[in-house]
């Protein structure tokens, strides 16, 4: 069976690139940053031939973010970290690389650092570009818009590599709502998500004065900043966080549970509208803590080093999570549906599946 394929190549930069085939899985391939600079993107089209326990977590430095969640429900228990390891789901459907048929052909050009391509789910058939220094295009019927959908280089930071606008996520609702979430560093060069609305009156435009403050995570250095956040098939928004920079895990978040950095979090963020967002009432660690150190609520799972892309296969629910590794391997990790919540992803134990030392 043929199935069609859209692939972002980004002109300057060399990141994970995520390729959805026929909506049933995703592949990401993680790679380096390159030498970023005015960047032209083609938005490929790919004919395809297809064929039909990790170690608990030990608390190191200091919790480096701040936040106001509002009260959560009950709690939950415990996931004991030490039972389990994330597995790969099984492929739905082998492919033989030996079948892969490419046709390329470049759709719109002359864009700046565009990093993410995304849509809104409402059936309008618009195509959104997100653009590192902090602009957010519209594609539709194969037209660039002359007006950016949203525009809020006035506060992004994007002069290091892995700064910038970095994620975009529009809620199952938005055809309703018209809000939309985004993932930049501010120009602190901390994380900031936040909310924006679209104009009823001009829905291809978003105004930056209607930026609504969801979550700040402060920074310790300039990279491993993340970016991804997605809504799952649970209607919860998951947001990817790096483990605060430099190399080696330096600052020593990946298995600290009092930080937000090097986790996969997931939040509620479309119950109450006036509030920045909620704990949904079965995240693991809830009013709880591991090995007698508090755990933050809003934490999924913990052990990322930068997950910059990841993605939810819209068929079967399953996670995949591009996670750049420190100098020797890249990791994909894919957690099934199925997968228990509180999972303990390896770093900085482990980069992929080898020991790191």
């Known amino acids: 069976t043929k199935a069609l394929v859209t692939l972002t190549l980004i002109g300057g930069l060399a990141g994970p ?33 297809a064929c039909a326990g990790k170690p608990a977590p030990t608390p190191a430095g200091e ?45 719109v050009q002359q864009l700046r650092d565009p990093l993410f391509v995304t849509h809104a789910g409402d059936g309008s058939g618009r195509l959104f570009i997100v653009e590192k220094p902090g ?41 309703e709502t018209e809000r939309l979430f985004v993932n930049y560093t ?3 060069g901390d994380t ?32 491993h900043n993340g970016g991804m956040l997605a809504f799952g098939p649970d209607g919860y928004l998951y947001i990817g966080t790096g483990d605060g920079g ?9 298995q600290n549970p009092a930080t937000l950095l090097g986790k996969m979090l997931r939040i509620d963020v479309t119950s109450d509208p006036s509030a920045p967002y909620l704990i949904p009432p079965d995240n693991p660690w809830i009013d709880a ?46 957690l099934d549906a199925n997968s228990p919540p509180g999972l303990n992803l390896g770093w900085n134990y482990f980069e992929a599946k080898h020991t790191f030392e």
């Open 246 to 254: 430099a190399s080696f895990d330096r600052f020593g978040n990946g």
């Open 135 to 175: 602009v957010i295009r519209i594609l539709q019927d194969g037209q660039l818009l002359g007006a950016p959908f949203l525009d809020i280089r006035d506060r992004v930071r994007s002069s290091d590599s892995e700064q910038g606008l970095l994620g975009l996520a529009f809620p199952p609702n938005y055809a």
């Open 63 to 107: 919790a480096t973010e701040t936040a106001s969640p509002a009260e959560s429900a009950a709690p939950v228990p415990v996931h004991n970290q030490g039972q389990d390891q994330a597995q790969a789901a099984p492929a739905a459907a082998a492919l033989a690389l030996d079948q892969l048929e490419l046709d390329l052909q470049p759709v």
């Open 289 to 334: 803590d591991l090995d007698g150190v508090d755990v933050r609520d809003e934490i999924w799972a913990i052990g990322l080093r930068n997950p910059w892309r990841f993605s939810f296969d819209p068929a079967t629910g399953d996670l995949y999570i591009g996670d750049v590794g420190q100098n020797l391997y890249e990791e994909i990790t894919v």
């Open 186 to 188: 501010d120009a602190n």
């Open 192 to 223: 900031r998500i936040a909310r924006f609305t679209a104009n009823s009156d001009a829905p291809d435009t978003a105004s930056a004065d209607s930026e609504f403050p969801i979550l700040q995570i402060r920074q310790p250095a300039r990279n």
């Open 17 to 49: 690139i995520f390729i959805p085939l026929a909506g049933i899985m995703t592949v990401a391939l993680g790679w380096r940053w390159a030498a970023v600079g005015l960047a032209a993107v083609l938005l490929v089209v790919f004919v395809l031939s």
